[in-house]
T-cell receptor, first 112, second 114 residues
């Protein structure tokens, strides 16, 4: 089955700097890659997703890149703000409506 | 609140007892998922329904776990003969059948087995 690895497990950045989180997946049949943000004690919320027919997607300060050949994808957050502090999870699925295989998460701390 | 809801939010039980959780998906969402999340880990897939049909179950789902979605709306997840290893957050998510959709998560039910 699919296996998703996520790095780093923790990331501390100064406000205004960029943050990058990387994930690798094992199943070349995976074609849907969402990113979820989970604040302490709250539910996971989708922040951005990408499909395998696209190499990059951007939404304001957030961007995701996908390298199908290498089977890895990354989340980029620019101009970080304290409210970006949370745990971020990458996931992979063979269909946009199928089960999600999640990475272990990255704790992002943005210090003022 | 039109989001996914789950009940109860917290459940403390003794080992060996049975527990049942409920999930109400977003209205008209025909896909419903159950995940389990332990501290410091990402959600782990348990099972998935399309309408009332249970289409996939994880190998992690032992025979002590059963899920239903009898009318294609709300779903229940029952754990029989609970064990301490069952302690976790149980998350429900729903999505709408379409080519481009996202899974919306509920707030979860935190289970503690003593």
């Amino acid at each position: 089955g699919e296996n998703v690895e996520q790095h780093p497990s923790t990331l501390s950045v100064q406000e205004g700097d960029s943050a990058v989180i990387k994930c690798t997946y094992s199943d070349s049949a995976s074609n849907y890659f969402p990113w979820y943000k989970q604040e302490l004690g709250k539910r996971p919320q989708l922040i951005i997703d990408i499909r395998s027919n696209v190499g990059e997607k951007k939404d304001q300060r957030i961007a995701v890149t996908l390298n199908k050949t290498a089977k890895h994808f990354s989340l980029h957050i620019t101009e970080t703000q304290p409210e970006d502090s949370a745990v971020y999870f990458c996931a992979a699925s063979m269909r946009s409506w199928g089960k999600l295989q999640f990475g272990a998460g990255t704790q992002v701390v943005v210090t003022p | 609140d039109t989001g996914v809801s789950q009940d109860p939010r917290h459940k403390i039980t003794k080992r060996g007892q049975n527990v049942t959780f409920r999930c109400d998906p977003i209205s008209e969402h025909n896909r419903l998922y159950w995940y389990r999340q332990t501290l410091g880990q990402g959600p782990e897939f348990l099972t998935y329904f399309q309408n009332e049909a249970q289409l996939e179950k994880s190998r992690l789902l032992s025979d002590r776990f059963s899920a239903e979605r009898p009318k294609g709306s709300f779903s229940t997840l029952e754990i029989q003969r609970t064990e301490q290893g069952d302690s976790a957050m149980y998350l429900c998510a729903s999505s709408l059948k379409a080519d481009d959709n996202e899974q919306f998560f509920g707030p979860g039910t935190r289970l503690t087995v003593l």
